[in-house]
């Protein structure tokens, strides 16, 4: 029974579940702000897009909104506590102390109520603006984590899993504090983002905690293969899901030429590359913490990515 201390440690007092308050959004008290970091959404900035009446492009930053927290929905529940359950459970063929089990209980008590507030404001805001939520698949975030799993570690789906949720776990904080402090957008979004990145900031440290108590884990083979994956992974949960950008896009009344250019322009191979090093450096940094580059192959799939071990040490 491990008696280090835990970032969870205080989770009854200090979780969201516990003691949070439920986000009405006002509209009256919103206007001339925008629904999402117009600096964050790549496409808004395309001559095509910038074209449109000011409406359609208010609506497109909305469905925007939409998608992050659709998609965010959909990684908490499946990505994340699809892999916290067999931890909590005790079903992964490897020992983890009971405090550590309960840890993955109260991640998954977060995520699933994360997943409900995004849900609901999404809803709220729906509601008052009557921009409806369109109907598309919101989990391809999701489907691309998985299909990495799938080749590359096709032995091995519970430790895909696993690094799945380290992988997004330690991304996501650096995604959500890119939101909370930018004065434009509308405050009913940035205190949930605010919530939920405190949340976060606490499951950051679990599971980066939690990435070393794995690796001890794992024999030299497994660890090659999770060296390798985890590029594939970082890449699959931060290259934004373009299909609901193009249902947007449409919407917004852009024939499919202009939606097919608006997207080769703003999410191509290696668009938004330097934003994808530095919001996955710590990441990066716990990568090598355990050597990972060192492994044989490792550097040249990280590479072959566009990543690279970060130089820095600092935070
Ligand atoms: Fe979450
Ligand atoms: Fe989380």
Redesign the pocket.
């Known amino acids: 029974m491990s008696s280090a201390p835990s970032p969870l440690d205080r989770w009854y007092e200090t979780a969201g579940v516990r003691g949070g308050v439920r986000r009405i959004f006002h509209a009256e008290t919103e206007q001339g702000r925008v629904f999402f970091p117009h600096s964050l959404v790549a496409h808004l900035d395309h001559p095509e897009v910038k074209a449109l009446a000011p409406e359609r492009i208010r609506e497109i930053s909305v469905r925007h909104l939409y998608q992050f927290l659709h998609s965010t929905t959909h990684l908490?529940t499946r990505v994340?506590n699809g892999a916290a359950e067999p931890v909590a459970n005790g079903n992964t063929g490897m020992h983890f102390p009971s405090a550590l089990r309960m840890d993955a209980f109260k991640?998954y008590c977060?995520?699933g109520y994360?997943a409900l507030y995004s849900l609901d404001l999404a809803d709220q805001i729906a509601a008052v603006t009557g921009i409806e939520v369109p109907d598309v698949d919101y989990g391809g975030f999701v489907t691309a984590l998985q299909d990495s799993g799938r080749r590359l570690l096709p032995e091995d789906p519970l430790l895909a899993g696993q690094l799945q949720a380290v992988v997004f776990?330690t991304l996501?904080t650096a995604v959500l504090n890119e939101v909370p402090q930018d004065p434009t957008v509308v405050s009913t979004v940035r205190d949930l983002m605010r919530d939920h990145a405190k949340?976060?900031g606490r499951?950051?440290r679990f599971?980066s905690a939690f990435f070393l108590e794995l690796w001890a884990r794992l024999d030299r083979p497994r660890r090659i293969l999770a060296a390798r994956a985890l590029p594939a992974m970082i890449r699959a949960a931060l290259d934004w899901d373009v299909e609901p950008v193009r249902v947007s896009l449409r919407l917004a009344g852009l024939d499919e030429d202009r939606i097919e250019a608006v997207i080769t322009d703003c999410y191509g191979k290696d668009a938004g590359i330097s934003r994808i090093q530095t919001v996955s450096r710590s990441t990066l940094r716990l990568c090598a913490q355990v050597d990972a580059f060192d492994l044989p192959g490792a550097a040249d799939a990280f590479a072959s990515y566009g990543l690279r071990a970060p130089e820095d040490t600092d935070d």
């Open positions: 908490e994340v991640v977060d995520e994360h776990e996501i949340d976060e499951h950051h599971f």
